[in-house]
T-cell receptor
């Protein structure tokens, strides 16, 4: 079975632009969470979605938004990009247990 | 309250030795404690996890020890191998917010 997939792998954007990151969970998993990982730090929780509803939100500005689709895939949107948004963005999916599995991430560079 | 503390920041171990990484927390709403292994340029991979009603869990060379009263848990890697060289993160699930809080990570280097 395929694991969590994310696209694109790498992305370079300019300050002020908008970006959309995509995630497909493991087949059968209905929960998707998004994390931001700055180089040298642990992942920071951004959002959790379950059955298309937002179940949790971390301490991130309103420039960050997300949604989950009927097939349980998800998008993370970031508006008005800042240099500080440069990071590895990770998507994780979970099934009925607490076990959370991460995708390979999208490396976002804001110049 | 939401913080998970992790030590050491970096660790160097000889091949065949035991690697020990420690974590501590304050939030009593945490109800599940996984450990993740991350190689450069990759996403974190789930290694082993424990719930607070269990004091120890072993899977192969990896063991979690959990002390509920002290709010501490640790990862032991037995017979450490150069292929174990990676960054290790402890994490805790917040039962109230249903999100995971991660420690800052430990960079492990296993010398051949």
């Amino acid at each position: 079975d395929a694991g969590v997939t994310q696209s694109p792998t790498h992305l370079i954007k300019t300050r002020g632009q908008h970006v959309t990151l995509r995630c497909s969970p493991i087949s059968g998993h209905k929960s998707v969470s998004w994390y931001q990982q700055v180089l040298g730090q642990g992942p920071q929780f951004i959002f959790q979605y379950y059955e298309k509803e937002e179940r949790g939100r971390g301490n991130f500005p309103d420039r960050f938004s997300a949604r989950q689709f009927p097939n349980y895939s998800s998008e993370l949107n970031v508006n008005a990009l800042l240099l500080g948004d440069s990071a590895l963005y990770l998507c994780a999916s979970a099934g009925v247990s607490y076990e959370q599995y991460f995708g390979p991430g999208t490396r976002l560079t804001v110049t | 309250q939401q913080q998970v503390k992790q030590s050491p920041q970096s660790l160097i171990v000889q091949k065949g030795g035991i690697s020990i990484i420690n974590c501590a927390y304050e939030n009593t709403a945490f109800d599940y404690f996984p450990w993740y292994q991350q190689f450069p340029g990759k996403g974190p991979a789930l290694l082993i996890a424990i719930r607070p009603d269990v004091s120890e869990k072993k899977e192969g060379r990896f063991t979690i020890s959990f002390n509920k009263s002290a709010k501490q848990f640790s990862l032991h890697i037995m017979d450490s191998q150069p292929g174990d060289s990676a960054t290790y993160f402890c994490a805790a699930r917040d039962n109230y917010g249903q999100n995971f809080v991660f420690g800052p990570g430990t960079r492990l280097s296993v010398l051949p």
